[in-house]
């Protein structure tokens, strides 16, 4: 039980180039999240969805796009990246019916943005 | 506009001392507070958390206070010990699929 994955762990693109973070969690759970933690900012909440086939925007969505075409795995995209999406992002998941409580969150991945 | 604040970017304390660590929220509508623990290069972990019907919870070392009236919230690790030393983030929802974060607080404990 490996629990939420993030891939790749690291990685570094220049400007206007395009990527896709991936997550997968092996829980069985319903929703999903996509957060960036930034310097002096927290955790702001990128997309989110609360199952298969579904999608939302969250606190800071634009230059992202996400998909989430199996249950156990969250796409994010980044179609053009700029430097501003330089941060760390953050995967979570948790059950329908689980409280608030049990959102469990992936390592993280580190995107440099030259 | 930040709806969940804590205003100590760091926080140093002796090991074996009260760490009390601060959280202020604006919306009235949060029902449920949390705690979630960060060590580097780790994804964050639920600590604690209180429902806005209760002004107190306890886990063993860790009380999450709650005063709704003045809107804030606080933390207190006791006795603190050297492998608390991590970024603490207070959350809150007003729903249950949905999370607003603080900036976080850096505690360390020093020998």
């Known amino acids: 039980n490996a629990g939420v994955t993030q891939t790749p762990k690291f990685r570094v693109l220049k400007t206007g180039q395009s990527m896709t973070l991936l997550c997968a969690q092996d829980?069985?759970?319903?929703?999903m999240y996509w957060y960036r933690q930034d310097p002096g900012m927290g955790l702001r909440l990128i997309h989110y969805?609360?199952?298969?086939?579904?999608?939302a925007k969250g606190e800071v969505p634009d230059g992202y796009n996400v998909s989430r075409l199996k249950k156990q795995n969250f796409l994010l995209g980044l179609e053009s990246a700029a430097p501003s999406q330089t941060s760390v992002y953050f995967c979570?998941?948790?059950?329908?019916?689980?409280?608030?409580?049990?959102?469990?969150f992936g390592p993280g991945t580190r995107l440099l943005v030259l | 506009d930040q709806q969940v604040k804590q205003n100590s970017p760091s926080l140093s304390v002796q090991e074996g001392r009260i760490s009390i660590l601060n959280c202020d929220y604006t919306?009235?509508?949060?029902?449920?507070f949390l705690w979630y623990k960060k060590y580097p290069a780790e994804g964050p972990t639920f600590l604690i958390s209180?429902?806005?019907?209760?002004d107190k919870n306890e886990d063993g070392r860790f009380t999450v206070f709650l005063n709704k009236s003045a809107k804030h919230l606080s933390l207190h690790i006791v006795p603190s010990q050297p492998g608390d030393s991590a970024v603490y983030f207070c959350?809150?929802?007003?729903?249950?699929?949905?999370?607003?974060f603080g900036t976080g607080t850096r505690l360390q404990v020093t020998l």
């Open positions: 979570a998941s948790t059950p329908l019916y689980g409280t608030q409580e049990t959102q469990y």
């Open positions: 829980m069985n759970h319903e929703y």
């Open positions: 969805s609360v199952g298969e086939g579904t999608t």
């Open positions: 919306n009235s509508m949060f029902d449920y």
């Open positions: 209180i429902s806005s019907i209760k």
């Open positions: 959350a809150a929802s007003e729903s249950a699929s949905k999370l607003t």
